[in-house]
Nanobody, 115 residues
């Protein structure tokens, strides 16, 4: 069982930045594909970015060039740096750990982009 706890969300102005963190209860990067997903009201949950256990990184087209996913293996923590935020980035953001060992989600954290 892996527990994931997100932090760092909140309110940002358009064009602003936020950094999300996801602290895991166990070693994750060598065993899981780690990702960030988001879900806006009335919409399906969508992949924002993920990083595989061999370091491959993929981003949704809507965030390429603005968001950066990274991890700190020593701290078992996943990050999402979000720059040039837009109102359409407003959503609940979820951390995810996926492998044959299981599929785990954080509780989600609200990100609101508004002036």
């Amino acid at each position: 069982q892996v527990q994931l706890v997100e932090s760092g969300g909140g309110l940002a102005q358009p064009g602003g930045s936020l950094r999300l963190s996801c602290a895991a209860s166990a070693s994750i990067f060598s065993r899981y594909v780690m990702g960030w997903y988001r879900q806006a009201p009335g919409m399906e949950r969508e992949l924002v970015a993920h990083i595989t256990n061999v370091g491959r990184i993929d981003y949704a087209d809507s965030v390429k060039g603005r968001f950066t996913i990274s991890g700190d293996n020593a701290k078992n923590t996943l990050y999402l740096r979000m720059n040039s935020l837009k109102p359409e980035d407003t959503a609940v953001y979820y951390c995810n750990a996926f492998s044959f060992l299981g599929n785990y989600w954080g509780q989600g954290i609200q990100v609101t982009v508004s002036s």
